[in-house]
């Protein structure tokens, strides 16, 4: 069993930890893993993404156009850019928050993601939308909206991955105080996903 | 052995350290940089590490080394190469002892570079043995075995890697420590007929290096990284593939979905693997060449084909069946295996043709200045200072290359490291009524600009010159140099001190700013703009990624005017528009205070970080 996975978002948003995590528990289980991410000049604010992959039966790390089981977006825009990887049945988790680009601002748009949600519920029928912006207030964090998305991706099953693999990985990969912080993004995003 | 989840560069630096490396020396540059980082993290306490001032310097360093016997890496990105090629030219006559891998990586696309340039191609120029990976567990391999191959016909090889390889992730088998090899160099040994390079001896060594790359051919013919595969498909039987280096993953990737047809791997470009592939080429009717930048392949097949007259037809870039610039993907691959091979392509994914004309239209999203970076505010004090003269902003190449972007558009010219210095001054001579400026970074001005400045004041030239010290080397992800005294060894060293050199060479005005001073600065660029020979601004303020700054401001939105002017002029990007007013992103702010200085009613201010 092989398993795709497309990260992407905005550059600074933290996409490659959430690809980490999610390596580390592959291959905490034996699964071999094999990934690409974009470093360089595009991680000042550009377009960014990982592509993740699962599986004993890997050559390649980049995924072909409609073979990812999952993506999960870190901005609306950004995952409707990479909406033509995913599979059909595939599943997407969405952050609804919206990361203006200067381009934006300078043209005077007012650009907030809404439209690019609309076309994602539109074509795709797994979505899961965590409107991290209003978690990360709850929760009193700037910092937590990649467990948010991972707790939503690994809830939905399409990572083949479970909620204990993560913890585990957290426990190992990221420093002890943010420990607590980091199992409560999870349990909401539990709660938030169903 | 045990499994490590490596990048493709840590791998090939973990090859190196396993390989008995004791001294690696490069320059920073995408998506070249993590090998020489991951030596510098995981050395033996022997290994000599260090970032030189550049390629060229980098290049010799690691010459000297290997006439000692000591095993070598030298590192450095594709265009890097171009600037360590006179010393690498000779070194291929002279040789070496010590094995010495010339680690080189090239960028399709090109993602984060100024050219496609192939450095097969450059291998075949400088008749240097190349070694192309296609994964990252084989990227490990190969680069132990380019050291024993350079030791055993004492010259410098090329491992040649591609973005896709040094910058994808795998977890691979690795040797454990004590599996390391040890090697003791001997000691450099006086010997001028050897060492000192004279029309005669290269004449000599010509000749030797000729009848080397023929026998290093045949015996490519049987390295165990090149591979002929499927030489009895019965889907394909007349049909056959050639590719190399990361294009490898694309090709058999695809064929996992269209069948097995023959195909030819090439891991040593040079010297070709002649015999190997006339074996692939042999009762073929047709063959395609999947590969990136050049067609290097298809190029050697067509020779090979000619020469063994063999009756087949060659199809790639050189017949525009496979695109001729920038990067292969999977969808690329897969779409030139199916039309030469007559099948049809898997079914499509969620989206249909006409979902994705539905898309609505996707923000753009070109690389900026970080929010905060100083080098926005030196732009903008240069920008109005010299609002209405004649100008010319000569840039250069580093973070500071995306002053470009509006709205500052402060990068008139850009052409490689150091080039904005001999760029202002060819204007100047030919216009002398534009004011013209050069903008050169910190780590770019101990690598490449020094020369031209020298050449400003030999040859009278009227400029200014611009020194963007934020103390790092930005862009590649924060290198030290010599302006930071630290060296990748951890030794705290004396600081070279820009100003001091800068003097040393003649120039009387030289000025140091902090241009989050908006007021001084302007007034700095005005002096010096009015005076005539060539002058110095250093701009200094470090980097807000590695000095953290925790505060931040706010508009106050009942002084806000709406005027935008703050959000027009500079382009931060924690300046945005929420429901139609402006309002600064606190998760991005770094509180750095140039949009303050310019808002016309004072309405940015306060810190309001908790
Ligand atoms: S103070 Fe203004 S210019 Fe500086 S980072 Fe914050 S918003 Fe950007
Ligand atoms: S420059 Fe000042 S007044 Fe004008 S939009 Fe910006 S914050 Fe408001």
Known sequence: MSKNIVLCGVGGQ?????????????????????????????????????????????????????????????????????LPYLRKGGQVIVSSRPVMPVTAALAGSNYNGSEMLDYIRKKVDKVIVIDTEKACRELGSAKIVNLLLLGAAVNSGALGLDEEDIRKVILTRIPKKFHDLNFKALEYAKKSSL | MHQEFLMGNEAIAMGAIAAGVNLVAGYPGTPSTEV?????????????????????????????????????MVTMKQVGLNVATDP????????????????????????????????RHFSRFSKLPCFDPSTVQEAYEMVQDAFEYSEKYRTPVFLRSTTRVSHGYASIDVKDEEDYKKNTPEGFIKDTKRWVIFPKLSYQAHINIEARNVELAKEFSSYDKNLLLNMESKAFPKKGIATGGFNYTYVSETLKTLGDARFLKVSTPHPFPEELAVKFLTGLDEV??????DPVIERELIYIAGKYQLPVKIYGKLTLDVK??????????????????????????????????????????????????PHRASFYAV???????????????????????????????????????????????????????????????????????????????????????????????????????????????????IEKILKGIGLEFVETVDPLDYKKSVETV?????????????????????????????????????????IREIGCPALIIRDDKVVIDDSLCTGCGLCSQICPVGAIGGDHHE
């Open chain 2, 36 to 72: 020489l980082e991951t030596v510098a993290k995981r050395r033996p306490q022997d290994t000599y590490v260090e970032w030189s001032i550049n390629e060229k310097t980098a290049m010799e360093v690691g010459a000297g080394a290997a006439y000692t016997g000591a095993r070598v």
């Open chain 2, 324 to 373: 001729n610039s920038g990067e292969n993907s999977l969808d690329s691959v897969m779409g030139n295996l199916t039309k030469f091979l007559g099948v049809n392509p898997p079914e499509t994914g969620a989206l249909s043709e006409d979902d994705k004309a539905e898309m609505p239209e996707l923000p753009v999203r070109p690389p900026v200045l970080c929010a905060g970076c």
């Open chain 1, 14 to 82: 933290g996409t490659i930890l959430a690809s980490k995590l999610i390596s580390g528990a592959a291959m905490n289980r034996g699964i071999p893993v094999k990934s690409a991410e974009t470093i360089g000049m595009a991680q000042r604010g550009g377009s960014v993404f990982s592509h993740l992959r699962l599986g004993d039966d890997v050559d390649c790390p980049m995924i072909a156009s409609g073979s990812a089981d999952i993506i999960i977006g870190f901005e609306p825009g950004e995952t409707v850019r990479m």
């Open chain 2, 383 to 497: 920008k109005q200072a010299m609002k209405g003269k004649k100008t010319l902003f000569a840039g250069d190449i580093g973070c500071y290359t995306m002053g470009n972007a509006m709205p500052l558009d402060m990068v008139d010219t850009c052409l490689c490291m150091g080039a904005g210095l001999g760029i202002a001054q060819g204007v100047d001579h030919i216009e002398p009524d534009t004011s013209c400026f050069a903008f050169v970074g910190d780590s770019t001005f101990f690598a490449a600009a020094i020369p031209g400045v020298i050449n400003a004041v030999y040859n009278q030239a009227d400029m200014t010159l611009v020194v963007l010290d934020n103390s790092t080397t930005a862009m590649t992800g924060h290198q030290p140099h010599p302006g930071t005294g630290q060296t990748m060894m951890g030794d705290v060293v004396n600081k070279v001190s």
């Open chain 2, 88 to 119: 690498l030219m000779s070194l291929e006559y002279i040789g070496v002892k010590g094995g010495m891998v010339v680690l080189v990586a090239d960028d399709p696309g090109p993602i984060s570079s100024q050219t496609e340039q192939d450095t």
């Open chain 2, 288 to 293: 395609i060449c999947i590969e990136e930048l």
């Open chain 2, 526 to 566: 005005k002096s010096a703009a009015a005076l005539p020979g060539v002058k110095a601004i250093i701009f200094k303020s470090p980097c807000i990624a590695i000095v953290k700054s925790d505060k931040c401001l706010a508009v106050d939105n009942d002084k806000c005017i709406n005027c935008r002017k703050c």
